[in-house]
């Protein structure tokens, strides 16, 4: 399996063949769309489409991760806010001025107005949310902050592993900062882990995961470190820059190595004094500018765990407030 671009794969079906298909969620996904993971393909009926073919879902440490964003608010619609609702009458897609909210829920004479996001990034028990920049994930924030008590967000977490969520302060500060404000506005914030066969068959796991809230200063800090992908051929090495401030400006930076290409910048956003075993941690994987494998990191599990585990434990120790759902 390769990812040429956010919004196609490359596949093998059972018998062999190659295909290409449609990759229906944007997000970077780096950990789940893997060299040799399993996939499900759904075939279109349309002769016409320029892809035949769409991902589904994809398995990861034997769970199946839906992967259309976009179905998260059919299955919470139906699952969830008959749940948080009991009495209420839902419609989706609702114009409120010139927003257009997933649901509108009204209920005792009150109206609700919520958004639901679809979150797939879970390690170690904990699920964040985005794993990439979302401009419009901050926006649709911005839309439900006036409304106070009478707005809510939910998060759909597609992995019933999930045991509590936070923002992603490494990945969109700016969406960490803005869930704060929303919540301290009296927006009600809603986690719900969701298990889902290879028949595409779903149910909640949980419907009030704990909602940790305090990663968000993390993002205030504004401090952590910058791992450089370098490439050159097929040799790969990866450097690292710290910053004990103005972690966002040194992420967006574009530095130059003679000969070497830069494939990507990727943030650890934590205390400095929590991350400085990472470069000596780096070096004995065999990822330093000083042994320049051939391996690409990004797509060595070994290496994507140990991301991963700074990225969702070892930052967020001593991060444990969580806030009532």
């Known amino acids: 399996m390769e990812r040429p671009n956010r919004f196609i794969v490359h596949a093998q079906l059972k018998h062999g063949e190659l295909v290409r298909a449609h990759c229906p969620n944007p997000g970077r996904m780096r950990e789940l769309l893997l060299p040799g993971q399993s996939l499900i393909l759904e075939q279109s009926q349309n002769p016409h489409r320029a892809t035949q073919w769409s991902l589904a879902a994809v398995q990861y440490k034997n769970q199946w991760i839906p992967l259309h964003a976009s179905r998260a608010n059919g299955l919470m619609g139906d699952l969830f806010l008959p749940m948080l609702f009991p009495t209420g009458t839902h419609r989706p897609e609702v114009t409120r001025g010139k927003a257009r909210m997933d649901w ?97 068959w779903a149910h909640i796991v949980n419907p009030h995961l704990p909602v940790n809230l305090s990663t968000a200063k993390l993002a205030q800090a504004n401090q952590g470190v910058v791992l450089r992908f370098w490439q050159k051929l097929e040799h790969h090495h990866v450097t690292v820059e710290v910053f004990e401030s103005s972690l966002t400006k040194g992420l967006a930076r574009r530095p130059k190595q003679t000969g070497w290409k830069l494939n990507t910048s990727l943030a650890i956003c934590g205390s400095v004094s929590r991350l400085k075993s990472l470069p000596q941690e780096l070096d004995a994987m065999g990822y330093s500018a000083k042994k320049n494998p051939i391996t690409n990191p990004l797509q060595d599990p070994l290496f994507l765990d140990w991301f991963l585990q700074y990225r969702h434990e070892r930052v967020f120790q001593g991060f444990t407030n969580t806030r009532p759902v």
């Open 104 to 200: 509108k829920v009204e209920e005792e004479g009150q109206d609700h107005w919520i958004e639901v996001k679809a979150c797939t990034l879970v390690e170690r028990g904990v699920a964040l949310f985005p794993d990439a920049p979302s401009l419009r994930a901050v926006k649709h924030l911005k839309e439900l902050i006036p409304l106070g008590n009478h707005g809510r967000i939910i998060i759909a977490i597609m992995n019933p592993e999930a045991m509590s969520f936070s923002p992603n302060p490494h990945t969109d500060p700016t969406f960490c900062r803005t869930l704060l404000e929303a919540a301290e506005s009296g927006i009600q914030i809603h986690a719900v882990s969701i298990r889902c066969d290879e028949m595409g």
